[in-house]
């Protein structure tokens, strides 16, 4: 039986399949796989574990050691975080066993004395320990396999003196012929050849690319994606192996252009891996919206696609979970599967608990739903038209359900705040590896680590050869002390050094005729780190970095073979023409809507490309899923704050908001911020919020003394109105629907309306009152004339600015911040909207919309006719620098637009 074997190896190791296409006699093995094959052989059971569940297992062991010494030198970084405090110390528990160490105390050191005192409860046993049990047994005669021929790629003098004992075992066996050879290694007089020979040994010869016959190069790329869209175009066959640690990113190009992957895995981070962890986000305090929706959009659920996406719909839209749209939704969603929703949403009723970040779940509580979870996965599993990939992760989630189940077990804490929690389980999903991309048929030969070669390769390509493993020796953590206590059966410095050196530069000795290293100068914006022999190169051609870099081979994509290069021009977007119309054909797609709101027929008239990008094609810049920014809530959240303590139900007299402010303030803030703010509510945005607060309380307290100071009364909070028909535009065939922000009645009992904007800037609207092309308050004066019957009377109206209450106006009102004078007081707003409206519409529907933007106001039609007598139009804003119309700042279609 032949045995390639290097404790270095991981996961898939170079072989010569085209020499030895059948290798039912052949095993590549490290040190674990060498150990399961003799411990198969010699009928010796070991009971495995996986590396986390010998973590567990040792963070049980330290929970029942610490119980009894308290004064332990590890108690206080264990009480912090257990299971991160175990990782370490078995990582020092079986480094120190490797050296040599026993198990026993009375070392001379405190720390070898208290893993000691572990040790008693602690019962599964490393690498090394198994080789002691096997080297026992091999010297006395157990069973070996017949004719075994272990092949190591350097001399096995360099392994640590524990594996280098088992080879030893093994090859003084007299009763069955054992061999171990080292790996035949090409000949010749190469530049390859040299160079291996040199750096091998480390001798002080030169090292001169320019001498290089061709067998080895150095490929320089800009920027790392360069270098791995270049690699993706290659032909798959173009080398023997492919080096490259981290594939996940190179998969994803071999993806994007079709070609087979290679196969890479992650640690925990894809989204079907984190179940789990979604899942426990949903108990976080106060919840976190982004995480519920986010769970809410997976397509793994326990739930139906229909209630998920009605849900993650109501939440985005309403802004918040706990309001009456969701609970209405949960209700009927109860009536089918109550219970998914009792085990996996946050409870709707539990407005108590909602805001207190110290809310604290019991263990059996926690231990309940985590097991819920698990039980899901299983039942899920079942599914057998599920995709290997997703399987993969699935299985993934299940077993850190487990371990998480393990951790709650071992702690002697009997509850939980959800920060706690995560203390507990945060570095899970770092242990946890799972399948990205699995290895397709046709793949390249790619290994992650310049180690993994079992045989000489022709032709070697090392894709990251600006990625150098960081040397790190086993024995590096050890105290002088310790060293001293162990110096009989340490591996010796130098000889690891050599070890880690032979296993650094395989790739120089393996490689037969061709060795290509890939460098880059950015890992995105980042320089990386060089490889000594790079450093090294620079010096011996006495070359700067910048001189050393152009005497390299930069490779062009667009020269390889089967790669089409497009001829790049001058991208124009100016698709308007001079009058700033954009032209399309199909009319026959456009039908105007019966009823507009306030706002659409605002834009409609100002940005026309808007309205027909969002009304007729129906882009939106935000999928379901996505909440509103945390300045466009403010917004929400600030009138729905103002809408509940200034409504009139109240009495809506400066005196009675005064008593609701004073007493009912911090109870209407936090309830509408849960109804329609939620994402206020997370972490990253938690001191903004606390600042909008207080702002909100100075906001509500300086309304009520303006409406005071006025003498005026509210009569209606968010005034709606739903289809109503307005005299003005009886020749447009529409109504309106939509909601006044606060309509107000002075002393005379004259009608007084307030538009809220949360914004700090006041020029736009000193603009619009100032130019008299203040839409929406014209509109809103129309229709509360039109209820109240009033028709020749007109509303005194403003802006008031939120949070600061700046009141901008054209009348006179005590206390406002900008009194407007209008340069057009006889121009009759309504009529001109009522005729921009008809104009855009003919527009419209004969195939042309007007962008306009960055084109001078004097070149567009529509300005042309902003002064018929007959139907004069609703002026057009200006650019503050130059003569063009405005642009509309806060557009959601820019990228469409024909830009500047």
Same mark, same amino acid.
């Given at each position: 039986?032949?045995?390639?074997?290097?404790?270095?190896?991981?996961?898939?190791?170079?072989?010569?399949?085209?020499?030895?296409?059948?290798?039912?006699?052949?095993?590549?093995?490290?040190?674990?796989?060498?150990?399961?094959?003799?411990?198969?052989?010699?009928?010796?059971?070991?009971?495995?574990?996986?590396?986390?569940?010998?973590?567990?297992?040792?963070?049980?062991?330290?929970?029942?050691?610490?119980?009894?010494?308290?004064?332990?030198?590890?108690?206080?970084?264990?009480?912090?975080?257990?299971?991160?405090?175990?990782?370490?110390?078995?990582?020092?528990?079986?480094?120190?066993?490797?050296?040599?160490?026993?198990?026993?105390?009375?070392?001379?050191?405190?720390?070898?004395?208290?893993?000691?005192?572990?040790?008693?409860?602690?019962?599964?046993?490393?690498?090394?320990?198994?080789?002691?049990?096997?080297?026992?047994?091999?010297?006395?005669?157990?069973?070996? &396999?017949? /004719? !075994?021929?272990?092949?190591?790629?350097?001399?096995?003098?360099?392994? $640590? *003196?524990?594996? +280098? %004992?088992?080879?030893?075992?093994?090859?003084?066996?007299?009763?069955?012929?054992?061999?171990?050879?080292?790996?035949?290694?090409?000949?010749?007089?190469?530049?390859?050849?040299?160079?291996?020979?040199?750096?091998?040994?480390?001798?002080?010869?030169?090292?001169?690319?320019?001498?290089?016959?061709?067998?080895?190069?150095?490929?320089?790329?800009?920027?790392?994606?360069?270098?791995?869209?270049?690699?993706?175009?290659?032909?798959?066959?173009?080398?023997?192996?492919?080096?490259?640690?981290?594939?996940?990113?190179?998969?994803?190009?071999?993806?994007?252009?079709?070609?087979?992957?290679?196969?890479?895995?992650?640690?925990?981070?894809?989204?079907?891996?984190?179940?789990?962890?979604?899942?426990?986000?949903?108990?976080?305090? &106060?919840? /976190? !919206?982004?995480?519920?929706?986010?769970?809410?959009?997976?397509?793994? $659920? *326990?739930?139906? +696609? %229909?209630?998920?996406?009605?849900?993650?719909?109501?939440?985005?839209?309403?802004?918040?979970?706990?309001?009456?749209?969701?609970?209405?939704?949960?209700?009927?969603?109860?009536?089918?599967?109550?219970?998914?929703?009792?085990?996996?949403?946050?409870?709707?009723?539990?407005?108590?608990?909602?805001?207190?970040?110290?809310?604290?779940?019991?263990?059996?509580?926690?231990?309940?739903?985590?097991?819920?979870?698990?039980?899901?996965?299983?039942?899920?599993?079942?599914?057998?038209?599920?995709?290997?990939?997703?399987?993969?992760?699935?299985?993934?989630?299940?077993?850190?359900?487990?371990?998480?189940?393990?951790?709650?077990?071992?702690?002697?804490?009997?509850?939980?705040?959800?920060?706690?929690?995560?203390?507990?389980?945060?570095?899970?999903?770092?242990?946890?590896?799972?399948?990205?991309?699995?290895?397709?048929?046709?793949?390249?030969?790619?290994?992650?680590?310049?180690?993994?070669?079992?045989?000489?390769?022709?032709?070697?390509?090392?894709?990251?050869?600006?990625?150098?493993?960081?040397?790190?020796?086993?024995?590096?953590?050890?105290?002088?002390?310790?060293?001293?206590?162990?110096?009989?059966?340490?591996?010796?410095?130098?000889?690891?050094?050599?070890?880690?050196?032979?296993?650094?530069?395989?790739?120089?000795?393996?490689?037969?005729?061709?060795?290509?290293?890939?460098?880059?100068?950015?890992?995105?914006?980042?320089?990386?780190?060089?490889?000594?022999?790079?450093?090294?190169?620079?010096?011996?051609?006495?070359?700067?970095?910048?001189?050393?870099?152009?005497?390299?081979?930069?490779?062009?994509?667009?020269?390889?073979?089967?790669?089409?290069?497009?001829?790049?021009?001058?991208?124009?977007?100016?698709?308007?023409?001079?009058?700033?119309?954009?032209?399309?054909?199909?009319?026959?797609?456009?039908?105007?809507?019966?009823?507009?709101?306030?706002?659409?027929?605002?834009?409609?008239?100002?940005?026309?490309?808007?309205?027909?990008?969002?009304?007729?094609?129906?882009?939106?810049?935000?999928?379901?899923?996505?909440?509103?920014?945390?300045?466009?809530?403010?917004?929400?959240?600030?009138?729905?704050?103002?809408?509940?303590?200034?409504?009139?139900?109240?009495?809506?007299?400066?005196?009675?908001?005064?008593?609701?402010?004073?007493?009912?303030?911090?109870?209407?803030?936090?309830?509408?911020?849960?109804?329609?703010?939620?994402?206020?509510?997370?972490?990253?945005?938690?001191?903004?919020?606390?600042?909008?607060?207080?702002?909100?309380?100075?906001?509500?307290?300086?309304?009520?003394?303006?409406?005071?100071?006025?003498?005026?009364?509210?009569?209606?909070?968010?005034?709606?109105?739903?289809?109503?028909?307005?005299?003005?535009?009886?020749?447009?065939?529409?109504?309106?629907?939509?909601?006044?922000?606060?309509?107000?009645?002075?002393?005379?009992?004259?009608?007084?309306?307030?538009?809220?904007?949360?914004?700090?800037?006041?020029?736009?609207?000193?603009?619009?009152?100032?130019?008299?092309?203040?839409?929406?308050?014209?509109?809103?004066?129309?229709?509360?004339?039109?209820?109240?019957?009033?028709?020749?009377?007109?509303?005194?109206?403003?802006?008031?600015?939120?949070?600061?209450?700046?009141?901008?106006?054209?009348?006179?009102?005590?206390?406002?911040?900008?009194?407007?004078?209008?340069?057009?007081?006889?121009?009759?707003?309504?009529?001109?909207?009522?005729?921009?409206?008809?104009?855009?519409?003919?527009?419209?529907?004969?195939?042309?919309?007007?962008?306009?933007?960055?084109?001078?106001?004097?070149?567009?039609?529509?300005?042309?006719?902003?002064?018929?007598?007959?139907?004069?139009?609703?002026?057009?804003?200006?650019?503050?620098?130059?003569?063009?119309?405005?642009?509309?700042?806060?557009?959601?279609?820019?990228?469409?637009?024909?830009?500047?």
């Amino acid at each position: 039986m032949k045995v390639f074997f290097n404790p270095a190896y991981t996961n898939f190791v170079y072989q010569n399949l085209e020499k030895n296409p059948l290798q039912f006699d052949q095993k590549v093995c490290n040190t674990e796989g060498l150990l399961e094959l003799l411990e198969l052989h010699a009928g010796i059971h070991t009971s495995i574990k996986d590396e986390m569940g010998r973590r567990l297992e040792y963070c049980k062991a330290m929970a029942i050691y610490m119980e009894e010494n308290a004064q332990s030198i590890f108690a206080a970084s264990y009480n912090i975080d257990a299971y991160n405090t175990a990782k370490q110390c078995l990582e020092w528990r079986d480094a120190f066993i490797m050296s040599g160490w026993n198990g026993e105390a009375n070392t001379g050191s405190k720390r070898l004395d208290e893993l000691s005192g572990i040790e008693k409860y602690f019962k599964l046993p490393s690498s090394a320990e198994r080789i002691k049990v096997l080297i026992k047994a091999i010297k006395e005669g157990c069973n070996i &396999p017949d /004719n !075994l021929e272990i092949i190591t790629p350097f001399d096995y003098k360099y392994f $640590s *003196p524990y594996v +280098k %004992e088992l080879l030893e075992a093994l090859a003084d066996r007299k009763d069955k012929t054992v061999k171990i050879s080292t790996q035949v290694l090409p000949e010749g007089n190469s530049y390859l050849r040299q160079m291996a020979d040199i750096l091998i040994n480390c001798k002080k010869d030169a090292l001169d690319l320019r001498k290089s016959d061709g067998s080895v190069a150095v490929w320089l790329f800009e920027e790392k994606n360069d270098a791995l869209r270049y690699l993706s175009q290659l032909e798959d066959d173009s080398f023997k192996v492919w080096i490259n640690r981290d594939n996940k990113t190179f998969d994803n190009y071999l993806s994007f252009v079709g070609k087979p992957t290679c196969g890479s895995e992650d640690n925990g981070v894809t989204v079907l891996g984190s179940i789990p962890f979604l899942t426990l986000k949903l108990l976080e305090k &106060p919840l /976190n !919206l982004t995480s519920l929706v986010t769970y809410l959009g997976l397509f793994v $659920s *326990p739930f139906s +696609k %229909e209630f998920r996406k009605e849900l993650q719909e109501t939440i985005t839209s309403s802004g918040g979970y706990y309001n009456d749209h969701c609970k209405e939704i949960i209700a009927k969603a109860e009536k089918e599967d109550a219970d998914a929703v009792n085990k996996f949403l946050p409870d709707i009723e539990d407005i108590e608990n909602a805001l207190n970040e110290d809310f604290a779940y019991t263990k059996d509580y926690l231990a309940t739903y985590i097991g819920n979870i698990s039980a899901w996965l299983s039942s899920y599993l079942k599914n057998e038209q599920i995709i290997p990939g997703n399987r993969v992760q699935l299985e993934a989630s299940k077993k850190i359900c487990s371990y998480m189940l393990s951790l709650l077990d071992i702690s002697n804490k009997t509850s939980f705040t959800y920060q706690e929690l995560m203390i507990l389980f945060e570095n899970l999903t770092a242990d946890i590896k799972t399948e990205i991309y699995p290895g397709e048929k046709a793949c390249r030969n790619i290994i992650n680590s310049p180690s993994n070669f079992a045989e000489v390769s022709e032709s070697t390509i090392w894709c990251d050869f600006y990625n150098p493993d960081e040397e790190v020796l086993s024995t590096s953590f050890m105290y002088p002390s310790e060293k001293k206590y162990l110096e009989k059966t340490l591996w010796k410095d130098e000889i690891e050094k050599t070890y880690n050196r032979y296993n650094e530069l395989l790739p120089f000795l393996y490689t037969d005729k061709k060795l290509i290293l890939i460098i880059v100068k950015k890992q995105g914006t980042a320089d990386v780190t060089k490889n000594p022999v790079i450093i090294r190169l620079m010096k011996n051609m006495k070359k700067d970095e910048n001189e050393f870099y152009d005497s390299l081979e930069k490779p062009d994509i667009t020269k390889l073979k089967g790669v089409k290069v497009l001829p790049s021009s001058e991208i124009n977007n100016h698709k308007q023409d001079e009058h700033g119309l954009v032209h399309f054909t199909r009319t026959d797609l456009i039908n105007f809507r019966e009823t507009e709101s306030y706002s659409s027929i605002t834009n409609l008239i100002e940005n026309p490309f808007d309205y027909v990008m969002e009304k007729h094609c129906g882009f939106s810049m935000s999928g379901e899923a996505a909440m509103n920014a945390v300045y466009t809530t403010k917004g929400t959240v600030a009138h729905a704050i103002i809408e509940e303590l200034f409504n009139p139900k109240h009495g809506g007299t400066a005196a009675d908001i005064k008593k609701q402010i004073e007493t009912r303030f911090e109870e209407v803030c936090n309830q509408k911020i849960l109804e329609e703010g939620g994402i206020l509510l997370q972490k990253e945005n938690k001191s903004d919020t606390d600042i909008f607060r207080a702002l909100m309380k100075e906001c509500v307290n300086r309304l009520q003394y303006f409406i005071e100071i006025n003498n005026l009364k509210v009569k209606a909070c968010e005034q709606k109105h739903e289809k109503e028909e307005l005299a003005e535009f009886s020749a447009c065939g529409i109504n309106f629907t939509g909601s006044i922000d606060m309509v107000l009645e002075d002393d005379s009992g004259k009608p007084v309306i307030f538009d809220f904007k949360y914004s700090g800037g006041f020029k736009k609207y000193q603009e619009m009152l100032k130019e008299n092309r203040s839409m929406q308050l014209e509109l809103y004066n129309a229709l509360v004339k039109h209820s109240l019957g009033l028709n020749q009377l007109n509303c005194r109206r403003a802006y008031v600015l939120l949070p600061e209450v700046k009141v901008i106006t054209q009348n006179t009102f005590e206390g406002a911040h900008y009194y407007i004078r209008c340069e057009r007081p006889h121009a009759s707003l309504i009529n001109e909207m009522k005729n921009s409206y008809l104009y855009r519409r003919n527009q419209i529907l004969n195939g042309d919309v007007e962008d306009g933007e960055y084109i001078e106001l004097e070149k567009l039609d529509y300005y042309s006719q902003i002064n018929d007598e007959n139907n004069p139009l609703v002026p057009l804003g200006k650019d503050e620098k130059e003569p063009f119309k405005a642009a509309n700042k806060y557009s959601k279609y820019a990228s469409f637009k024909a830009g500047k």
